[in-house]
């Protein structure tokens, strides 16, 4: 990231996002300051700092409300990603926060995701509760390369008890396993 990247970034207030998205889903800086528990007068200043920081007009003015500029749209679009990426993140390490203790990330074919993995994977997450299993449909052959480039610890360090995950001969090729 650059200097000018970074210090564009500090200059974004989050709340002040969340207050934009908030004027842009209600059409109005009064409606959006009652719902947020905010004096609107705080609003609008928040606003017109950030058309200040980002030099340009997001919003029109009009005494029933508000309308996106072009440039309030494409914030809108991109404050809404920022947001919805700061909550995924909460709910990610809250789950930390919960006693979640490891991840374990699993590409397989449907085949093994109905024939081995229900058994396989409810043993193991009944033994390790505290680990967080994430389960990806790949092809036979896209998993098998993916196992191939695995890291050494990816799988088998996380795995207190390797005998609940077994390695299944790769369906495509007999000299291959994932």
Sequence with gaps: METSE?????????????????????GSIGRAAEREFIAASAVSKRLSDLEATLHTPLLYRHTRGVDLTPAGESLLHHARSVLFS???????????????????RIHSNISAIVQFLPEDLGAFTREHPQVKIDRRSTSAPRCCARCRKARPMSASAMLASPAAMACRPCPTAATSWC
């Design 86 to 104: 700061l909550e995924k993140m909460q709910a990610e390490l809250s789950e930390y926060a919960q006693g979640v203790r490891g991840h374990v």
């Design 6 to 26: 970074r210090s564009f970034a500090r200059r974004i207030d989050l709340t002040s996002l969340q207050l934009f998205v908030a004027v842009c889903e209600l």
